[in-house]
């Protein structure tokens, strides 16, 4: 098996643990705690109408402990109630899962109290914390009928008017006029904007919320979302590290190796190829340009310095996508033919050369039709 192969099948295996986990999370959720229906667009009449029935719903129950006044379906929808005091339409999610649940659990009597050690002495060797006994349902079923009386009366309590803050705005002006105050600066507008940018993503968040209480299915797509977005970012950093460890870079605090080309700058190749052009010994001038767009490319990491590389050899290190890879693959195929092939050169297979080589220089592709200039001549040797 591959390298690349090994690393898809532990990104595969990763995906599949956590879609494994969330599945199990969302599974672990009681059917006695989920809502009947979607949230009943209530008004406050309803509401405290739906609490009276809780109520007695409760009574019951805590009288008979059947199956028939126990059962948690007679909970009905939760409910969503206008606020009070709001000067806009929202509304606040009322929710009866707890009740729901602990109807269930009242449907079975009492479980006997279990049986707790005599407290002893701090000052005993043997001293041991006593657990906190945990309620009956009974007690809970008398807490339920107090929780639903407490949500009924703050139903009937009048609206407070919002309060007059006349007097304290006065006093936090008075204090921000104060000396230790007067280099403060007023927002700019990046501060603006990162907060307008905060707010959309709380009201965002917000909004998949309320919609994920009304569609479930909602939440589990925002969690298997999420899963993906994961598993492609795994891959893709796997593959990353993978192209890495394939090319070798070197550390970037290593100068390049003895007799490298890059040893030698650039600058210098393409000032040899020039004195060699104006000499009219083309052949050289296109050698010095070869070595010239190699000692660039390789200082730059696009592979790393060994001076006992054949021009082949260095064509294939460059990646199939490589931009840089026509034009490289011209200049080798020019400098094989008149270096290693014996081939008489010209002028204009100096000018063509020395376009291509300053195009490798400044990093972009050569720009040429490079079609009959890639052709492979002689594997020849490495010798500069």
């Avoid at 690393?7 to 006695?32: K, P």
């Avoid at 402990?65 to 206008?82: A, F, I, W």
């Avoid at 070595?291 to 460059?318: F, G, H, N, Q």
């Avoid at 720009?367 to 200039?373: K, N, S, Y």
Wanted: glycine share 6%; net charge positive; charged share 20%.
């Amino acid at each position: 098996m591959s390298r690349r192969a090994a690393i898809a099948s532990l990104a595969v295996a990763a995906c599949l643990t956590l879609a494994a986990a969330s599945a199990g999370a969302q599974a672990s959720d009681t059917a006695a705690s989920r809502p009947a229906s979607k949230p009943n667009q209530a008004s406050l009449d309803d509401y405290r109408n739906h609490l009276h029935a809780l109520s007695t719903l409760v009574q019951a129950c805590a009288t008979a402990r059947n199956n028939g006044t126990c059962d948690p379906s007679q909970v009905g929808s939760d409910d969503e109630v206008p606020l009070p005091q709001s000067q806009t339409s929202e509304r606040r999610l009322v929710r009866y899962g707890w009740l729901r649940v602990l109807l269930s659990q009242a449907r079975e009597k009492d479980a006997p109290p279990p049986k707790v050690k005599p407290a002893q002495s701090q000052d005993s060797p043997t001293f041991e914390n006593v657990r906190p006994i945990p309620p009956t349902t009974t007690e809970l079923l008398q807490s339920a009928q107090t929780r639903l009386a407490s949500d009924l009366a703050q139903t009937d309590a009048a609206a407070a008017p919002l309060p007059d803050h006349a007097k304290e705005s006065a006093v936090m002006k008075q204090v921000l006029a104060g000396r230790e105050y007067r280099d403060l600066e007023a927002p700019n507008q990046k501060d603006t904007a990162l907060e307008k940018v905060g707010n959309w993503l709380n009201n965002l968040i917000e909004s998949a919320m309320k919609a994920s209480a009304r569609a479930p299915w909602l939440g589990r797509a925002l969690v298997w979302g999420f899963i993906l977005v994961v598993c492609i970012a795994l891959v893709w950093g796997l593959i990353q590290m993978e192209r890495r460890w394939r090319i070798r870079l070197v550390p970037d605090d290593r100068g390049p190796a003895p007799g490298a080309a890059s040893a030698i700058p650039y600058q210098l190749w393409l000032e040899d190829a020039r004195r060699a052009a104006a000499a009219g010994l083309w052949r050289e001038a296109i050698h010095f340009l070869y070595w010239a767009a190699i000692s660039r490319l390789e200082s730059k990491r696009v592979w790393p310095a060994d001076r006992a590389r054949t021009p082949r050899e260095y064509l294939a290190l460059v990646a199939a996508d490589d931009p840089r890879l026509p034009g490289l693959a011209s200049l080798t195929g020019s400098f094989e033919r008149v270096w290693y092939g014996g081939r008489p050169a010209a002028e204009s297979d100096y000018k063509r050369a020395e376009k291509i080589a300053a195009a490798l220089i400044q990093g972009g592709s050569a720009g040429l039709d490079t079609g009959a200039e890639a052709a492979p001549a002689s594997a020849g040797g490495a010798a500069q």
